[in-house]
């Protein structure tokens, strides 16, 4: 099917459809999902899918509707549904459609060679990666592994005059394993996603972090409740920067539900923070051209030593602020309306080692697992249940499992007191190893 | 791959929260399958278009479905209408409306499933699918369909006022009076974010077995969320319901009563203190609260993980597991439920399931691929988000069975600890049985009684542990509106009386 011609067709039609302003967002994709079970296929889904979504503006009120029948009829009466729609709500000058007609140039997003590699190949793979991972004895059980993939394109015309195109592709293998010793039962898992195939990790270095972190913590010893060091493992970052983005999201800021709405060019952090988000970052499983609304994106520093440096906002929420978009439009499909997120976000990594920090903590936490919702964006609040090692003189003495950490987002991002080395620029939320000087644990 | 651990919400989040592949692959191809919940929203028409397809047409594809072998083959078709408005700040923020169709056929091998969908619903593309989906059948034995004809079965779910016969003026109405309900409860009430949410499911299950079925599921779903700021402290507290039913949901259930309940949490945690940490013993109020044994006990019952031999419950039917106080039921069939589906996804009937009964194990939940590869009866519980994704056994409408203490002197007997007013939601992971929850409405306990309230505090334990630990069961079973995530979502309500936990690890920030 020809897209351009029928976006192009569409967008000439919404006046006569009653729409001041429309845009027409058309999402086609690919998806294969792959899971494997003790050596077996165990099932195998493949989807080709495609659908369109209406947001009109009618006298400063906007609406919405989407469908995945893409006929003239169905696309017609969806766009007619939205403008009905628009009348419902209420009429607000910041209800805009961006103009901006540039794309940032992003390298490395679609892999033409992903539909060439043979099914029987992916299936090896993800019966290979389950071997590989039941290899260490400790192993006893496997939960299956897995390998998917999907390929995509995004359209966004306007009546701004404009009509935007990208094809991204991406493709992800893990596995999980079980190891058990005596009553004691405990899961690991690893996967890996890339743009292009020909990055993921090696099959045996996912299989062999997806085994430990299975037996690593058998024998665990509680700890008493107690205010110790806690340091973060890359994977657990998102535990306390998830809710820092969710604060900094412009519409929440302007609503008053946010934790940082007074902290703009203030301090609130430790000078070891710096926070960038980067939507541009070539192969970046974040990055796009533009975001959900067509606007260019950009890598930003949100938060530089400490400070705050910027919101985050799409189009109508940055003209309620009184500024410009900063390309964080976020965008959940062709079923959603754009909302406000953030692409590739990025803890600028320090100078020590993750074993440095460990031998400079005399008693401490460090944390492989976290639980729970993480940094309350409205409140700061934080409480989670948590899994790790206790250190103690700098050395790793044994597991912890069961206990919980807590605090509040000031207190514990002031205390952040050393910042790894090893960040992983690949990974969603890019963190490397950090230490909070002390926060509470519970324990027995 | 199998997800890692399996999550329970009260309002909709996105779902990158999950550890599951598809969750980890973030793709603009991939975002549809990220996004049912806060989209979709309904018309709610009588009959259910696009679905008409010819009996003889599915009979086909099945058999084209089994023809390089196979066991079991089944066609899902479906067509959803749905309706979303958002209204924040007292201001009508957006209105969403979509229609969405498509249809899915799926083959089981042994233990193998093929699944392939199309949401252009053409025989070509229908047999197209039939022949993806056949795939893992390649060498398997031969079966030989049953013709599909209609099939009888109980419904549970009746409607008074369809949402296709309500006016949109009339879904603005309740939402302004939940808003004004909610800014005029107290003056520190500086906000209230109000979303409706309606839809209407319209299915069609037909399989190998030669079952033919046809209905049409209406749901609502209604959330006030309100913040509260005195210059010192702010809290977002909330309000949800949900039915599968008509718009006369909201005569029995007024927007003011919904707006009030939220409003008033927001004004009491206004006073929150910082929670103590540690092992201590906790009060549960009834309602919501049966989500701590949706994940602590529900998820590890689903039989596809008990099936793998994986699942904390592995082969403890018959065995005691719990104390004698505890009896949890999966029931489908609880008239309007939001968990109530009639028969499932893949046409079983659903049915009332004990699940444990005075502390003893009885069953599991399955699908009909679990229930053959345990050789227990099917429970009704097969269930899909969507024609996006294969059914999994899931639960429905969960709870811990009513017992015979007064809440109150469930409270007053207990000296020291933390009183649940209410949760957030939580996780569980299905293999250890390790779960977590996040309080939202909480109190501390001392002498007996309810005193100050704290900070939104984690509940941490082992599922086996804590049914063990439940020593007082109340008379006042009560249900709450949940979002059910295993790699994909099911609505579900999770119920229980007030109960008391003696000795759960409770991560406050104070000794």
Known sequence: ?444 | MSTNQYIVRDIPRRKFLEMSLKGGLVLAASSPLLSQFLTSCSTGSTSVPGLGIDKAIIDKVIAAALSKGGDYADVYIENRASRQIVMEESKFKSGLYGISQGAGVRVISGNKTGYAYTEEITEANLLRAAEVASYVAKNGKITTPVNVSDTKRLSFITVKQPLGDIDDAKRIEIMKRADQAAMDYDKRIKMAMINYYDEVRGRVVANSEGVYLQDELPMMFFIVQTMSDDGKARHMSRERLSKHMGFEMFDEFTPEMVAKRAAREAIAMLDAQDAPAGIMDVVMQNGWGGVLVHEAVGHPLEADNIAKKIGAFTGKVGQKVASDVFTMVDDGTIPNARGTINFDDEGTQTKRNVLIENGILKGYMNDILSAKQLGNERTGNGRRESYQYIPIPRMTNTFIEKGSSDPGDILSSTQKGIYVQSLSGGSVNPVTGVFNFTCREAYLIENGKKTTPIKGATLIGSCLQVISNIDAVGNDLDFGPGICGKGQNAEVDAGMPTVRIRGINVGGSRV
């Open chain 1, 1 to 444: 099917m020809d897209y351009i011609k029928l976006l192009n067709s569409l967008v000439s039609k919404a006046k006569d459809f009653g729409a001041d302003a429309a845009e027409i967002y058309l999402e086609t994709g690919r998806n294969l999902s792959i899971q494997v079970q003790d050596g077996e296929v165990e099932t195998i889904e493949e989807s080709y899918s495609a659908g369109v979504g209406f947001r009109v503006i009618v006298e400063g009120k906007m609406g919405f509707s989407h469908c995945n029948q893409l006929t003239d009829d169905a696309l017609e009466d969806t766009f007619k549904r939205a403008v009905t729609f628009a009348k419902l709500t209420t009429a607000d000058p910041n209800n805009v459609l961006p103009d901006n007609k540039e794309i940032t140039q992003v390298e490395g997003l679609y892999d033409g060679e992903l539909v060439k590699i043979t099914m029987e190949k992916k299936i090896k793979m993800a019966i290979d990666l389950e071997k590989l991972a039941m290899k260490d004895p400790r192993i006893t059980k496997s939960s299956g592994a897995g390998y998917g993939e999907g390929q995509g394109e995004v359209y966004i015309a306007s009546t701004n005059g404009f009509l935007k195109v990208y094809k991204t592709s991406g493709c992800s293998i893990g596995v999980n394993v079980v190891a058990e010793k005596g009553e004691q039962k405990n899961t690991g898992g690893e996967f890996c996603s890339r743009r292009y195939f020909a990055d993921l990790k090696p099959l045996a270095e996912i299989a062999e972090k997806a085994s430990k972190k299975a037996w690593e913590l058998l024998d665990p010893i509680m700890i008493p409740t107690q205010r110790a060091a806690v340091i973060f493992d890359p994977d657990v970052a998102s535990s306390i920067f998830g809710g820092v983005i969710g604060a900094l999201n412009g519409e929440r800021v302007l609503q008053g539900a946010s934790f940082l709405k007074d902290y703009l060019d203030k301090p609130f952090a430790s000078p070891l923070l710096t926070i960038i988000d980067d939507g541009t970052r070539a192969k970046g499983m974040g990055s796009t051209p533009f975001d959900g609304e067509g606007f260019p994106t950009k890598r930003r520093v949100l938060v530089e030593q400490g400070v705050v440096k910027g919101f985050i906002y799409n189009s109508i929420v940055a003209k309620r602020a009184g500024t410009v978009s900063t390309g964080n439009a976020s965008r959940r499909g062709f079923t959603s309306l754009p909302g406000i997120g953030t692409h590739n976000v990025i803890i600028q990594s320090g100078q020590h080692t993750p074993e440095d920090i460990i031998k400079s903590t005399s008693k401490g936490l460090l944390l492989k697992e976290v639980t729970g919702y993480g940094i309350d964006s409205v409140t700061g609040n934080f409480s989670g249940g948590a899994t790790g090692f206790w250190i103690e003189n700098g050395k790793i003495k044994h597991p912890v499992q069961g206990v919980t950490i807590a605090g509040n987002a000031f207190d514990i991002l002031r205390d952040i007191d050393m910042m790894g080395n090893d960040l992983d620029l690949n990974k969603g939320l890019a963190a490397p190893t950090f230490r909070v000087k002390e926060m509470m644990i519970g324990g027995k």
